[in-house]
């Protein structure tokens, strides 16, 4: 097999994969979807008294977190390995900050029961859901930063980085939209 | 500087850029919510704006429609 036929292979493959890949975070997608919608209708134009600034704190969190991954896929695509172990070190520690934020505390002082009412049930629903997929984000990344300091990665073959800072903002952006809805949007009911 | 480093920090400054209009409209929802104002349309709008961000320059999803091509 030649050199030329390889590399044709692995980008062949590299194409499947991105195509399985947003076809899984699609199907994710109307799962959440699902559970926005839900929201919409069961809270209508009201929504819980959740402590305002605690929810922008843990968004930035999120929204930094996918800065520095960005950061680190781009340092990995141009050789900079030193500085890819950096970029998802930050990210992962700001996705546990994340979890720390929504689990320890938001969940602790939120003014209601997970099965007391609908207020519960949607908001325990939405950020338990979000939460699942923060975790597993960071586990996937913890995989791929301790193959990355093995040095199993390279600037023309790193599809396994690429689909973790996918994942990983995939999650962001869900939380973009969970974010308005459970802490912005309607009146104080 | 080679050709390489001069592309990363043109993605480093491109990721910059991002991150702070997704602060800017972040915060700028935040200050709605807070001031008494429930304008669903402009929450909407604004996720759908931030959404867009990331889906482009974070995610690359135009390397979706791009044909096989490979790293970087």
Redesign the interface.
Known sequence: MTSNTV??S???R??TN??GL?LFLLSDAFMFGGLFITRVYLWG?TRPELN?TLG?IV??ML??S??F???AE??M????RKGFLRGTLVTIVLGIAFLAGVIGVEWQIAPFGVSEDAYGAVFFMMTGMHAFHVLTGVIFLLIVWNNARRGRYS?????AV?AA??YW??V??VW??F??AL?????VG | MNEMEKQKQEKYKIGLIVLGLLALFTVGEFVISVTGNNWVAVFVVIALIKAFLVLREYMHIGRLFGGPEEHP
């Not at chain 1, 695509?77 to 900079?80: E, I, P, Q, T, V």
């Not at chain 1, 600037?155 to 599809?159: P, T």
């Not at chain 1, 802490?183 to 009146?187: P, V």
């Open positions: 590399s044709e692995y980008a062949h590299l194409a991105r195509l947003w134009d305002q922008l968004t930035s929204l930094i996918s800065f991954m960005n950061r781009t340092a695509a141009h050789g900079d600037v023309e073959k790193h599809w690429e800072a996918v903002h995939f962001d952006v973009i939209f974010y308005p802490y912005l949007i309607g009146k």
